[in-house]
């Protein structure tokens, strides 16, 4: 009975050191042998011997491309506006030593490393250049923390803005800005077109006033010259005032006849003497 059970435990045991002796490192990944708490080794891919607890696996460390999400944070612009942003950011282990023992946790080293260079970054540029320059952006997070990463023994290969947003305060201030502006804009236009109506109407009215005035210009040098042919056509001076003055008479009392505001006109009982009387005093 006692020999049952120490061949089993011994059996156990044999399978254990068996298992801690006999490594198979799969595809994809590279594995950091410690012996007595010290770095020895690293295996590569395949099946490896190692010695049994004095040998031990420390670190199973994956070569493949990683995918890092970097979390969503606010960042300040050169003029004071709050973004959120984020990215990812794809990386290769080159160096697996450097990688488990130059940094504590190289996918936490990589995210914060991101993170502070891109709040560096986009603190140094104006809100429309920082939502309008992802690519800019992008190269500048890139140049700045890939030789960080190397010392870390890894290679950066890309680094990619996923978003970059106002916060929500920032949103709702910028939308009534919006508004206020294009608010401003329609009372520009609507002022502009005021004042180009006021000008077609104010040109309007001097070219009227000018072609009135051109109108009795023409109508003064026929009256001019009607008078003119008249005295030339009947000697007696005063004939052709009397002609005129009752030529200007039938056409008031025409116009006054066709209008529809009622007036009362005073005029002289004996107009052909009036005018014969001023005609008189003109002669002398």
Do not use: C
Request: aromatic letters at 6%; charged letters at 25%.
């Amino acid at each position: 009975m006692e020999f049952t059970v120490l061949a089993f435990f011994f059996l156990i045991f044999v399978i254990v050191t068996v298992a801690k002796g006999v490594r198979i490192v799969p595809q994809g990944e590279e594995w950091v042998v410690e012996r007595l708490g010290k770095f020895f080794q690293t295996l590569q891919p395949g099946l490896h011997i190692l010695i049994p607890y004095i040998d031990r696996v420390a670190y199973k460390v994956p070569t493949k491309d990683l995918i890092l999400d970097i979390p969503e944070q606010e960042v300040i612009t050169k003029d004071n506006a709050v973004l959120i942003t984020n990215a990812i950011a794809f990386i290769k282990i080159t160096n697996t030593e450097a990688a488990v023992y130059g940094v504590t946790s190289f996918k936490d080293a990589v995210m914060n490393l991101v993170q502070t260079s891109l709040r560096a970054i986009i603190g140094d540029m104006e809100l429309d250049a920082a939502l309008s320059s992802r690519d800019h952006i992008k190269a500048r997070l890139k140049e700045s923390i890939a030789d960080d990463v190397a010392d870390w023994g890894m290679t950066l290969k890309s680094v990619e803005i996923q978003d970059i947003k106002p916060s929500p305060t920032m949103q709702e201030s910028m939308e009534r800005q919006a508004a206020a502006e294009r608010e401003r804009k329609a009372k520009v236009t609507k002022a502009e077109g005021d004042k180009q109506s006021a000008i077609l109407e104010a040109e309007g009215r001097l070219e009227s006033a000018k072609r009135d005035a051109e109108a009795q210009i023409e109508l003064a040098k026929s009256a001019a010259q009607a008078i003119h042919m008249i005295a030339q056509a009947i000697p007696d001076r005063e004939i052709p005032a009397y002609y005129l003055l009752g030529e200007k008479y039938i056409h008031a009392m025409k116009e006054m006849a066709s209008s529809s505001n009622g007036k009362t006109v005073v005029l002289p009982s004996d107009i052909i003497g009036a005018v014969q009387g001023l005609i008189n005093r003109m002669g002398k």
